[in-house]
């Protein structure tokens, strides 16, 4: 079969990597995909939130499902413009609509979605704009640090997270005056969590479900988790402590009831669910949802995925999915992301990337790359992700580092403390 996949970082680049690997398909497009992705298939230079020209790219190329990277063309509504389209609504597409999405695009509904479905999470209130006075009160009553949430999508800014009240006073004024865009129209404030994070991916057809390997991710740009936060510094999978008994948990207090809910709630679901975890002394608790897999733990996921991705896929749209027999390798994978000096910050754009972009046990995942000219060069803050595959995290991680040594540009930065808390 031909799929289209939607999307342009590493994430999209390791998809792209896993579903190349599938004998059921035929063509693989992607838009408008990144350097790396080019050499798995055809990237096709269409905007994912473009519906138009992607209804136009779907029928020239008969694709036959459609596969979305990352979450802004399901907030968008990208699944709900296939159902409503004759010419496109017998066409799968993976990834929920709009009302599932919501999960991920409104934070004041996934926490209402988890007290309706007894989902364990932090205590929280919501306020939305015209309501600052009760939030500021709110907020006294309550001890630091304080955990301010900007309701919708604002590019992983949205948390801020401080020890003192009147920084969190500031936080909440900002919200409410428009610096975070309309994302902070309503805020959450909720409950701090104390303990250690963990990814969990599922991939549900509404019903069945399978439960992908979980990971960890480094989010802050600091080595000693310092510093600002990013899109992701590095990953790594599987985590120890989330062992058989912490995973039972996570299915039955938190997976099954978040498939059931979104039952109950008339939301049909087709997808992938990502659930950002807080492990508090041995309990699972939800910090959030996200409409979509990770990035970058993709990059260390799909790699731990024996079975064939499509084939799963096909299942998920058929709504079979449990009926699928799911295989995982046991082995490590770890996955350092090489960034541009400056970020998350300003950085520069444009430097040309050289080196080895594979080696024995290890692949090189292209994020922020394009090709000017026969030139690759640097396109963004995360340019690239180092993973490593082997029979023990200090072994992938050992590959990780040895990959992201050969790789090149002007201003290369990498934290040099990936998955060591877990080693
Ligand atoms: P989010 O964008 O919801 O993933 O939040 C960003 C980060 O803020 C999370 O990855 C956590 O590290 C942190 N965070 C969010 N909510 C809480 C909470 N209730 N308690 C502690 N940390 C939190
Ligand atoms: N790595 C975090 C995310 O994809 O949201």
Redesign the pocket.
Known sequence: MNVLLLGSGG?EHALAWKLSQSPILSKLFIAPGNPGTATLGENVDVNPVDFAAIKQLVITKSIEMVVVGPEDPLVKGVHDFFLADDDLKHIPVIGPTRAGAMLEGSKDFSKGFMMRHGIPTAQYKSFCSSQKDDAMLFLKTLKPPYVLKADGLAA?KGVVISSDLIEAEDTLNQMFGGEFGDAGNTVVIEEFLQGIEV?VFVLTDGDGYVILPEAK?Y?RIGEGDTGPNT??MG?VSPVPFANAEFMAKVDERIVKPTIEGLKVEGIPYKGFI?V?LMNVSGDPFVI?Y?A???????QVVMPRLKTDLLELLVLTSQGKLSEAEVEFNSQSATAVILVSGGYPGDYSKGKIVSGEFAIDNGLAFHAGTKYVGDKLVTSGGRVMACVGIANSTSSALEVSYSLASKIDFENKYFRRDIGKDLV
């Open positions: 994430r992983g990814s991710d989010k899109g992701g990953a990502f950002g959030e996200n979509r897999m990770g990035d970058p733990e993709t």
